[in-house]
């Protein structure tokens, strides 16, 4: 069965400064890879996706994430953070199960951003 | 455009009690849907899913049961809730049948069971 990890439950970023998220995925076969944000009491919105070629994906919002087969990441970054930035992120996977892929995705468990001004 | 509504936005309830949860998907035609539970600490889990009316997937046996009465609405239930079934409750939506295709949230429901 897949998985997903989101190492850093929390993260506290200064405004202006640069961002990472580490997600890490366990699968067999070629993952689909998606980062999603929630702010507060809120659904969640797409920032981006992958699902084959270039392995470098932008997003909205200045967002992109690079997967990486070898070491079984798809980090999220952002070069300059933003106070709107601060929010819930999650990671997850989509597969090609036996609802033929319409069968949910697997999620972290999220990295809570706070932005420090 | 493609809308997804949840109601209610917040539901308090005792122990016991039944619950009826709704979501309906506006602008598409026969989407997938997905019902999950985000619990704190937990992440987001898949509970139900619905490729067709009358077709549901469970992925995690519990309190809870789903059904599909029409192409667009997806219902969550419970004939008695228990304590642990409090927390964040989401619909989504896609359509297509590949892993890659993308999933659409709704607002959630708030659900607390005390």
């Known amino acids: 069965a897949q998985s997903v990890t989101q190492p850093d439950i929390h993260i506290t970023v200064s405004e202006g400064a640069s961002l990472e998220l580490r997600c890490n995925y366990s699968?067999?076969?070629?993952?689909?890879l998606f980062w999603y944000v929630q702010s507060p009491g809120q659904g969640l919105q797409l920032l981006l996706k992958?699902?084959?070629?270039?392995?470098l994906v932008q997003g909205i919002k200045g967002f992109e994430a690079e997967f990486k087969r070898s070491q079984s990441s798809f980090n999220l970054r952002k070069p300059s953070v933003h106070w709107s930035d601060a929010a819930e992120y999650f990671c997850?996977?989509?597969?090609?199960?036996?609802?033929?892929?319409?069968?949910?995705?697997?999620f972290g468990k999220g990295t809570h951003l706070i932005i420090q001004p | 455009s493609q809308t997804i509504h949840q109601w209610p936005a917040t539901l308090v309830q005792p122990v016991g009690s039944p619950l009826s949860l709704e979501c309906t998907v506006e602008?598409?035609?026969?989407?997938?849907l997905y019902w999950y539970r985000q619990a704190a600490g937990r992440g987001l889990q898949l509970l139900f899913y619905?490729?067709?009316?009358?077709?549901i997937s469970s992925e995690v046996p519990q309190n809870l049961s789903a059904s599909r009465p029409q192409d667009r609405q997806f219902i969550l239930s419970s004939k008695k809730l228990l304590l642990s079934d409090s927390g964040f409750y989401l619909c989504?939506?896609?359509?297509?049948?590949?892993?890659?295709?993308?999933?659409?949230f709704g607002p959630g429901t708030r659900l607390t069971v005390l």
């Open positions: 992958y699902f084959s070629g270039d392995t």
């Open positions: 997850a996977v989509g597969t090609l199960g036996q609802g033929g892929g319409a069968d949910g995705l697997t």
């Open positions: 602008g598409t035609s026969n989407p997938n």
């Open positions: 619905s490729v067709g009316i009358g077709q």
């Open positions: 699968y067999g076969a070629t993952p689909y």
């Open positions: 989504a939506w896609s359509v297509g049948r590949r892993g890659s295709d993308t999933q659409y």
